[in-house]
């Protein structure tokens, strides 16, 4: 079994054992209880929602993450996204950034199944992963690791990423 398979499954099973706060009737809602959305998403904090570093860009693209569901967390279910601001503003491509990656693409996973459909995630904080005693290890930067022959291919695919529709 993957390790994000396992996340999101658990993610999954966390989403719907956490009890739902109390309805409070929202003026004009068509249903009482529904959760107040904000009206829009501004991107631009979020740099239009394309990552500022090339290799999240082509890890965006391969992996195909559904930004539209990342928008629609924070305008529909009350999610504080700014916990993400920095790993797309940011032109930083280190351990750091490559977990919190996995952390969004873990979200988007669950989002995708339905697992948050009408639950208030405004109260949920998502920190970032920390790793104790080898806490230096984060900064470690990963494009030593990536081969110069391939950088051209990853700039090639990167290159594709077109900014999402914002909502």
Same mark, same amino acid.
């Given at each position: 079994m993957k390790l994000s398979a396992f996340l999101a499954g658990a993610f999954a099973a966390l989403a719907l054992a956490v009890p739902a706060p109390a309805p409070v009737p929202v003026p004009n809602s068509s249903s009482p209880g529904a959760l107040e959305g904000r009206r829009s998403f501004d991107a631009r904090p979020f740099n239009n929602l394309v990552f500022n570093q090339r290799d999240l860009n082509?890890?965006?693209k391969i992996n195909s993450l559904n930004l539209e569901a990342?928008?629609?967390?924070?305008i529909n279910?009350?999610?504080n996204v700014g916990a993400f601001q920095n790993l797309f503003t940011a032109n930083v491509f280190d351990i750091n950034a490559l977990l919190q990656f996995q952390q969004l693409?873990?979200?988007?996973? $669950? !989002?995708?199944v339905g697992a948050f459909g009408g639950v208030d995630l405004?109260?949920?904080?998502?920190n970032v992963v920390q790793l104790g005693a080898l806490g230096n290890i984060g900064g470690v930067g990963l494009n030593s690791f990536i081969d110069a022959g391939q950088v051209g291919l990853i700039q090639? $695919? !990167?290159?594709?990423v077109v900014a999402p529709v914002i909502l």
């Open positions: 082509y890890l965006l990342f928008q629609g967390l924070a279910n009350g999610f693409q873990t979200l988007l996973a $669950v !989002a995708d405004s109260r949920a904080a998502l090639s $695919v !990167a290159s594709q």
